[in-house]
């Protein structure tokens, strides 16, 4: 008997088992799947100690009136329901969210834009490609560090060019609303190069042909961009959100340095209730929970409300 | 953002090493590994009979020299100075996660002022009060003392110590007819601004309003300075915030920026912006510690020479007459699970002698806290602030002691800045804060 006959006799056996067995049976009782089991025990294991034991504690501090020294007592849902009458999350959440959707519009239109401006072949196409990319090539903290300096009242040129013109009349560090506004734009400056190249990479994926066949058939510019050019990018336009807006919902190093700490976003409110404060740490837990919670909603709403496709398989 | 970035860092410098060079740079990074962990076994192993002591980096390099001296005169064991990150937060926050683990091997602590009783709470450091009685506390200032109380012990000696105050431009001043600093707030307010436009100077004075440790001080000093208080001194479980002196004191600080006296971005200034506003030839006045005072005239700032400089205490309220001014400063602590606390002892009075003291004065600008040394006439001569500043320095007070003073900081931070920016008036800020501390307080009794 060859290995082959092997196989299909003992995927025949293993279907009868499934009948008599069900699935525990299915899978275990084929030598080859057990093995295959043995084979990815290990890997499994290590997956469970460092992502889920980490995530499961966390959520077990979140429920309980752990100190940073001590662990406490089970205490249900009072630190989410303390957390939501916390004025500093609220604020933190409040930002995160103008953040998000105000940086990710922005980029994915100028983005969009950059995309089809750069796929068509002009000279010097290759040095433009490269030229896009380099604020997205800066550590967050750099370009925050030098945009901050510019938004300084004593030599910052941006403030002083604002002041001039009469946009504004106050220091733009030493204002909230104007902080945020900042750092919406600086983000959008920091990552559009990147929003544009993963839009890039998708326009170039769709066939020349098809837009040969619409010209033929007397569409014109806004109708091939509507009709063509949108929905066959659907699927890259979908990841490249997605992508932006949860890393957008996790800001950290842009608000804590532009700002010097005063711009509260959901993550600076973690981080300050779970590094620096004693008595909020089990709040600080449960609001990293809800960042974690919230981040894994905004994902499903793209897979199923969008129709994200989330594999290469048909 | 950031994945992103580091990986394509380590893609572009993978295609360009070869893999020789590869195995090379990993040879040596796993000798380095090496190295790192047998000397972090070195010190981990107290049984080496060393002592072991933690301070924040040493910019004047003569703490290891005092530590030297120290060793060739002890016979019985040594001690090891292990350095730790100068950003105070970051050490006292690797502090905390070693006593978490079980107290750690460091014996003796370097701790910023506002430290002990957050250590103390937990049960992490040893209880002095035997060893130091109140005949030795009191030749040493009674600020700093206060710092290291907690629940009627005390839990180590004053290192040296830090006050803040109140910088002006002697030079400035007397052209536009003034001979001495002002003694009151409305004083400086006047004086700065005729100065200020007189001599063509940007700001009238600079403090530091941003939301960090630094604003907390410059807060409670207004609060202070008006007879405001945070805490009753009398009963430090009760907070007494919610006055009409401790608004008055945050409306002075509002009153300075909205008049125009402080630019605005002062609600941005930490020391860091103070130096170059002051220093550049761009203030009247400034709000400072007295590490300023050595900067004046160096390569970094040779626009304004040290005897154009002038310190005196920081102004009063009209009609008040207690000086005051936020303390700052490092003390001594011992671990409570060090199991060398006898020798720990002798090297942390050794470090607080009179003679260790007057060294790292001389040498490193590190203000004493034994009040004798003040007199000492070459230290007043090689220390000009000490002279002026005297004052101040004899009444600064520490700021809330609590075990829970970060919460405290985070809290008062906030709302300073705010009165600073404008966005809270300040009978709200003393409000919310006369809330959420009592909250705090409460939390920890």
């Known amino acids: 008997m060859t290995s082959s006959d092997r196989e299909n006799v003992s995927s025949v056996r293993s279907a009868e088992k499934t009948r008599r067995g069900g699935w525990f049976r299915e899978e275990f009782g084929n030598p080859e799947r057990r093995l295959a089991y043995y084979m990815i025990l290990p890997a499994l294991l290590i997956i469970l100690i460092i992502a889920f034991f980490p995530i499961m504690y966390s959520v ?25 009458k916390n004025p500093d999350f609220l604020e933190g959440l409040k930002n995160t969210v103008i953040f998000t959707v105000a940086s990710v ?26 030229a896009v990319l380099v604020p997205w090539a800066f550590p967050t903290v750099i370009s925050a560090v030098m945009w901050r300096l510019m938004f300084q009242d004593q030599i910052g040129v941006i403030d002083a060019v604002a002041n001039g013109l009469g946009i504004i009349s106050e220091p733009i560090l030493s204002d909230s609303t104007l902080l945020l506004i900042g750092c919406i734009l600086v983000d959008t400056w920091k990552t559009t190069p990147f929003m544009a190249l993963l839009l890039l990479a998708g326009l170039q994926t769709i066939p ?83 960042v974690f919670v919230s981040s894994f909603l905004i994902a499903l709403v793209f897979i199923k409300v969008f129709g994200m496709q989330t594999s290469t398989e048909e | 953002m950031t994945e992103g970035t580091e990986a394509g860092a380590s893609v572009s410098a993978g295609r360009r090493l070869n893999r020789r060079d590869f195995l090379k740079m990993s040879g040596a990074g796993l000798a380095g590994a090496a190295l790192l962990g047998s000397t972090a076994c070195g010190g981990g192993s107290s049984g080496s009979g060393d002592l072991i002591f933690s301070m924040g980096t040493d910019t004047s390099g003569t703490l290891q ?55 103390a709470a937990n049960g992490w450091l040893l209880d002095v009060t035997d060893k130091f009685p109140k005949s030795d506390q009191s030749q040493f200032l009674p600020g700093p003392i206060q710092t290291l109380m907690y629940e009627g012990k005390i839990y180590g000696v004053p290192w040296f110590t830090d006050a803040g105050l109140l910088y002006y431009r002697a030079d400035l001043l007397e052209k536009s007819g003034y001979s001495e600093p002002p003694k009151t707030w409305s004083e400086l307010e006047e004086m700065g601004l005729k100065t200020a436009k007189d001599q063509g100077i940007d700001n009238g004075f600079v403090f530091q309003g941003d939301q960090y440790e630094g604003g907390v001080c410059n807060g409670c000093e207004y609060i202070w300075t008006n007879g405001g208080n945070i805490l009753d001194p009398a009963d430090p479980s009760k907070v007494v915030i919610d006055s009409p002196e401790a608004a008055a004191g945050l409306a002075t600080e509002q009153g300075i920026v909205e008049d125009g006296i402080a630019p605005q971005s002062v609600a941005t200034y930490t020391e860091t912006e103070t130096d170059p506003a002051f220093l550049g030839n761009k203030a ?127 809290e008062m931070q906030e709302q300073f800045n705010g009165v600073v920016n404008g966005d809270t008036s300040p009978e709200d800020a003393v409000k919310a804060l006369q809330q959420s501390l009592t909250q705090i307080v409460e939390a920890g009794s």
Do not use: C
């Open chain 1, 208 to 290: 020349g042909e098809v837009y040969e066949a619409a010209r033929v058939d007397g569409a014109n510019v806004m109708q091939r961009f509507f009709r063509i050019t949108m929905p066959l990018l659907k699927g890259t336009i979908l990841v490249a959100v997605l992508f932006r807006t949860l890393d957008a919902y996790r800001v950290y190093d842009l608000f804590w340095v532009l700002s010097g700490q005063q711009l509260e976003s959901l993550s600076t409110f973690v981080f300050k209730a779970v590094r620096i404060s004693q008595l909020l740490f089990a709040q600080g837990n449960a609001a990293s929970i809800f």
């Open chain 1, 60 to 84: 077990v501090l979140s429920v309980t009136d752990s100190t940073v020294t001590a662990s406490g007592s089970f205490v249900g849902v009072e630190n989410y329901v303390e957390m939501f």
């Open chain 2, 65 to 119: 020299g005092l530590v030297d001296k120290f060793n060739k005169q002890s016979k019985d064991f040594k001690v090891q100075y292990r350095e730790m990150p100068t950003d105070s937060g970051a050490y006292f926050d690797k502090l905390r996660t070693q006593f978490q683990a079980g107290g750690g091997d460091i014996d003796v602590i370097g701790a910023d002022v506002i430290w002990p009783a957050q250590f």
């Open chain 2, 284 to 410: 009247v006045f400034a709000r400072n510690w007295p590490y300023m005072y050595a900067l004046a005239g160096t390569k970094d700032y040779p626009d304004v020479k040290p005897e154009q400089i002038g310190v005196a205490p920081l102004p009063l309220a009209e009609g008040q007459t207690q000086l005051a001014s936020a303390l700052g400063g490092w003390n001594m602590l011992i671990n409570a699970q060090s199991d060398m606390q006898d020798e720990a002892w002798e090297f942390v009075k050794f470090m607080t002698s009179e003679q260790s003291q007057r060294q790292r004065a001389l040498s490193a600008s590190l203000l004493p806290t034994r009040p004798s040394l003040y007199q000492d006439s070459e230290i007043r001569n090689t220390l000009p602030v000490v002279v002026q500043g005297e004052e101040a320095l004899k009444n600064a007070r520490s700021r809330p002691v609590s075990p829970y003073y970060s919460d405290m900081s985070l």
């Open chain 1, 105 to 130: 519009t922005l980029e994915f239109v100028l983005g969009l834009g950059i995309a089809l401006a750069i796929n068509r072949a002009f000279r010097g196409r290759g040095l433009v490609r490269a």
